[in-house]
């Protein structure tokens, strides 16, 4: 392994780029504090010279905050970087398929509900409960005994009494017996991405979905 002998290459080697001869005219160098201390050093009262340990501090505080600042503006080209990657991926996912984890998903026109639930054992009595939005039960899908892992469903819009239900969005409640107690898995609701908005430095990416509002791009579970 070759040894870092500079600046520069150390900045390189940390894939921080750095442009060390742009500097801006209106900002204090090192060189320049440097010969202010070189002038006050000359022009000092002989009978009360600056203390070793006083002209050490000053020179150590003046390089310490010029690196950061320095590092500050290579991390947030990183940053800038990172963010425009991250929204070209969010962008591909227009129109796609995502699994999030959501207690609701959107019953378009004709269409169904599709989802995952999550068991960390084998469960019995595993069923998924489907209510509108006043919080009447529409249809309880019940999928029986199942193995530890993911557990697929679907809900094609009938409702208990032999109707279909009408086009909206609807609550999703997933239970299960484990050993006797009753215990809610989690569940993923599938959705499809309608667009992508950049939120506010610091807030991220937020995917639209269709029918549900929007969610953080970092909580989607699964593309489809």
């Known amino acids: ?20 001869e742009k500097q801006n005219n209106n900002e204090l160098q090192l060189e320049d504090f440097l010969n202010l201390m070189v002038t006050e050093l000359t022009h000092q009262d002989p009978f009360k010279p ?6 050490a501090s ?10 950061i600042d320095e590092l500050n503006d290579s991390f947030s080209g990183l940053s800038s970087s990172l963010v425009s990657d991250q929204s070209l991926q969010a962008a591909n996912l227009v129109g796609r398929q995502v699994l999030v984890p959501l207690n609701g998903g959107y019953l378009g026109s004709g269409g169904t509900i599709d989802g995952v639930i999550g068991l960390d054992h ?12 006043t919080g009447v039960l529409m249809r309880e899908i019940n999928l029986g005994t199942q193995p530890k892992g993911e557990v697929n469903f679907s809900w094609d819009g009938m409702m208990d009494s032999g109707d279909f239900a009408p086009p909206g969005r609807y609550q999703l409640i997933a239970q299960a017996e484990i050993d006797g107690d009753s215990v809610a898995p989690y569940l993923l609701t599938e959705a499809r991405v309608n667009s992508v908005s950049i939120g506010a430095p610091g807030q991220g990416l937020a995917l639209n979905l269709h029918g549900l509002g929007s969610i953080s791009f970092n909580d989607v579970a699964e593309i489809r």
């Open 122 to 133: 084998p469960a019995s009595d595993v069923k998924v409960s489907v209510y509108n939005a």
């Open 50 to 55: 600056m203390d070793n340990s006083e002209l």
């Open 58 to 67: 000053q020179i150590s505080q003046f390089a310490t905050v010029s690196g």
């Open 1 to 20: 392994m070759s040894a870092i002998t500079t600046e520069a290459s150390l900045y390189q080697t940390l894939g921080l780029a750095r442009e060390l």
